[in-house]
């Protein structure tokens, strides 16, 4: 009679290795990281740019009248046409204010409010 052994394989094991990124790699799970925060971002700033205008109100009605920029005019010289009695500073600071201007620079054509206190010469 023949007597068959069993014998035990040893369980074929799997080399565990690292993960490699080539540098390649790297910049592809770096820019898919960083894809949600310049999404969000994005859309924080196109959709804040209407608050940023202004925190005031609009002048009511009537309040103010309006002026059209010749070429060469300037504020100074508009608020010296408006309100002679005036300081010029203090008309445009408010030309200024009523028009929401960043700055003082106006183009021919351009149409300006002008407070009515200043308009009527008061």
Do not use: C, K
């Not at 960083?34 to 109100?57: D, Q, T």
């Not at 009537?62 to 408006?82: E, K, R, Y």
Request: aromatic residues 2%; neutral net charge.
């Amino acid at each position: 009679m023949t007597t068959i052994d069993i014998v035990r394989v040893p369980a074929l094991t799997v080399p565990t290795t690292r993960l490699r990124l080539t540098t390649r790699g790297r910049r592809v799970v770096a820019a898919v990281a960083a894809l949600p925060a310049v999404v969000a971002l994005s859309l924080a700033i196109l959709s804040s740019g209407g608050a940023v205008a202004s925190g005031e109100a609009g002048a009511p009605a009537g309040t103010f009248d309006t002026v059209t920029v010749l070429p060469g005019d300037t504020l100074w010289s508009i608020a010296q046409d408006v309100a002679p009695a005036h300081d010029p500073r203090d008309v445009v600071g408010e030309i200024m204010r009523l028009n929401a201007l960043p700055s003082a620079g106006l183009v021919a054509g351009q149409t300006i409010a002008i407070p009515t206190a200043y308009a009527t010469g008061g």
